[in-house]
């Protein structure tokens, strides 16, 4: 595994010259040519499609259990270890939330928007509900992109497929945070996973109604990494006209 020594205050094994040794694939990793980092393991859903809902920790072949919660300066060292000037884009991204940790997230895409990177966030769309105001102000200037995992049509299967404290009402306010971060950035997409049996043209009219772009990304068994087929929760297999809502993220 790719370690290297980077400055840290939280108490990792320490190295001879008095810096922390970090697992970098712990934080920073390439995937399908974009840079990757990844801030914290924490979430605010519970995704029945996540491999870490059911204990995998794997993505892109790199194991991301440990969570090192690491700091700005921790994560441009990290991104710089696995090769930062050989790509053109950088992406905060999970296996975690990464605006459960937004002071870190700003301060790391803020430097490496400075550098030229493009800079893209991509978020439940919780924030603003979780912290209790308006944070898609804060994005701007610091992102070029955000993308906000809709995941559903309505929040009835968004709940169904996303657990979470808020349940149905956190679609809505994904929704809306989307709209907001329209404002801000200039690219704003909404992504959903291609579950079989979600009703993508229900999620497609949605994101239409959002006035922005929806990427459906593949659908990856997790619990075996790969292509497969499987069904999606009871309460989310409902009939298409049911599952249409007005706004989202
Ligand atoms: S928000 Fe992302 S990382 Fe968290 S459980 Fe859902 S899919 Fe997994």
């Known amino acids: 595994m790719a370690k290297a020594s980077v400055k840290s205050d939280k ?14 694939v712990a934080i920073a990793y390439v995937y399908d040519g974009c840079l990757y980092l990844a801030v914290t393991r924490r979430c605010t859903l519970h995704c029945t499609f996540c491999p870490k809902t059911h ?29 930062l000037e050989r790509h053109q884009e950088v992406a905060f991204v999970g296996l975690g939330e990464p605006t459960l940790r937004l002071p870190v997230v700003l301060e790391t895409a803020k430097q490496l928007r400075a550098r030229g990177f493009y800079v893209r966030l991509v978020t439940d769309g919780l924030a603003s ?13 610091v992102f070029h ?29 994904a929704c809306e945070f989307l709209r907001r971060v329209r404002l801000y950035v200039p690219c704003a997409k ?13 999620c497609r009219a949605l994101a239409r109604d959002l006035r922005v772009e929806l990427r459906v990304r593949p659908y990856f068994d997790p619990l ?3 292509p497969h087929p499987a069904p999606l929760p009871p309460s989310a297999n409902r009939p298409r006209s049911s599952s249409v809502a007005p706004p989202e993220a």
């Open 11 to 24: 108490g990792h094994s320490q190295g001879t010259d008095g810096r922390a040794t970090l697992d970098l």
């Open 55 to 83: 204990g995998r920790w794997t993505v892109a072949g790199n194991s991301l259990h440990d969570d090192p919660e690491p700091s700005a300066a921790e994560l441009v060292a990290a991104a710089e270890a696995v090769g």
């Open 129 to 141: 509900l979780r912290e209790g105001h308006d944070v898609a102000p804060l994005l701007e200037g």
């Open 145 to 173: 992109e955000v993308d906000v995992s809709l995941n559903a049509p309505d929040g009835a299967t968004y709940a169904a497929l996303c657990p979470n404290p808020y349940g149905e009402r956190a679609h809505a306010a």
């Open 190 to 202: 909404a992504t959903v996973v291609a579950i079989p049996g979600l009703d993508l043209e229900a």
């Open 224 to 226: 075996r990494g790969e």
